[in-house]
């Protein structure tokens, strides 16, 4: 399935949204802030998957929780259908936003049968009868690959692929718009990766389900996003459809976590990404461009002025990148951004 995003109206619209965390520094000290989220312009078309990948503390997480409702955002507007989400009443939002966690087993209560887990958000919206709602968890659990016999059954008696089944159907039953999927298949075996994954995208397209898939599994986000966002140290680098990121990845910090994919070459050894130094503090952040620390192709502006989300060249694909080399302004014919 293709998506232009931009003809359609979105139905997830995230402008200039932060998250900023108060974090102790001791008796005598002041305490510092830590932006966990710097500032997301995002919109999500009806439909579509968007993917967001990045290193772990970039982020990715906190912008989930943000968009499910379960966290507050320290500023920035997230819109809905068009409609605030700070407006919406917490039990509609949970109509309509689901999240599916990474870990299903310590999201699922251990002494509820997984039918009753299923039936639960019904119980809690008060829709249907109680023998109605065992009913339809069981035709849940049906549609996403576990039969009847298992309704019964608690999830220490289940894989970890059949309670991710569960988490799955538990967040269908309020027949939401929206699943946000925080890294919902890495605590999973690649077998039952692919056949999570293959669900998720027959569930798309039979329930006209919206996705949010955060991960920083690259190969899994390829394989089922239409765009793919990558974070920073709470910034988006680059934004684009997924075959023109994986193929042309414009920003230097795309180029490197692509780069950093191991292989299954013999011999091949650990890839060199060419970066320099570590990930800095979040703490205490660079001026200017955040990744410019660590840069290879780091230059006079990179140090002093935060990069703007700019369309990238039309020659180059429809996406979007944070670089000063991308911006006209700055960027030189010897330095094109793009590295083969």
Same mark, same amino acid.
């Given at each position: ?76 507007? +997230? /819109?809905?259908?068009?409609?605030? *989400?700070?407006?919406? =009443?917490?039990?509609? #939002?949970?109509?309509? !936003? &689901? ?73 269908? +039953? /309020?027949?939401?718009?929206?699943? *946000?999927?925080?890294? =919902?298949?890495?605590? #999973?075996?690649?077998? !039952? &990766? ?88 979040? #703490? ?57």
């Amino acid at each position: 399935m293709t998506f232009d995003h931009t003809t359609t109206e979105p139905l997830l619209s995230i402008r200039n949204v932060a998250r900023r965390f108060s974090i102790p520094q001791g008796l005598l000290k002041p305490p510092k802030v830590l932006n966990a989220v710097n500032g997301i312009d995002l919109d999500v078309a009806p439909g579509e998957i968007v993917g967001i990948v990045g290193e772990s503390g970039c982020g990715k997480s906190t912008l989930g929780r943000i968009v499910t409702g379960l966290m507050p955002a320290s500023e920035g507007t +997230i /819109l809905l259908g068009g409609r605030d *989400v700070s407006t919406i =009443p917490r039990l509609e #939002l949970a109509r309509l !936003v &689901q999240p599916i966690f990474q870990d299903p087993y310590s999201s699922l209560n251990p002494r509820r049968s997984i039918a009753g887990t299923v039936a639960e958000p019904l119980h809690i919206h008060g829709i249907g009868e109680s023998s109605k709602r065992f009913e339809k968890a069981v035709e849940m659990l049906d549609r996403v690959g576990l039969p009847s016999r298992f309704a019964n059954h608690f999830p220490s008696q289940l894989s970890g692929g059949q309670r991710q089944r569960v988490a799955i159907a538990r967040a269908l +039953i /309020l027949n939401p718009q929206l699943i *946000v999927c925080d890294e =919902p298949t890495s605590a #999973l075996d690649v077998s !039952v &990766q692919s056949q999570i994954l293959n669900l998720l995208m027959e569930l798309r397209r039979d329930f006209k389900l919206t996705y949010l898939f955060i991960s920083h599994n690259l190969a899994v986000v390829e394989h089922i996003a239409d765009r793919v966002g990558v974070m920073y140290l709470g910034r988006i680098a680059e934004m684009a459809p997924a075959p023109d990121l994986f193929a042309a990845p414009r920003h230097p910090y795309s180029q490197a976590l692509l780069n950093s994919v191991l292989t299954p070459e013999p011999g091949a050894g650990v890839p060199d990404i060419g970066l320099r130094g570590t990930f800095p503090d979040p #703490l205490n952040p660079p001026a200017g461009c955040v990744f410019h620390p660590r840069c290879p192709r780091e230059f006079g502006p990179c140090s002093s002025r935060v990069p703007a989300l700019l369309p990238a060249d039309s020659g180059q694909g429809s996406g979007q990148v944070a670089c000063h080399l991308a911006n006209p302004e700055f960027s030189s014919p010897t330095e094109p951004l793009h590295v083969a």
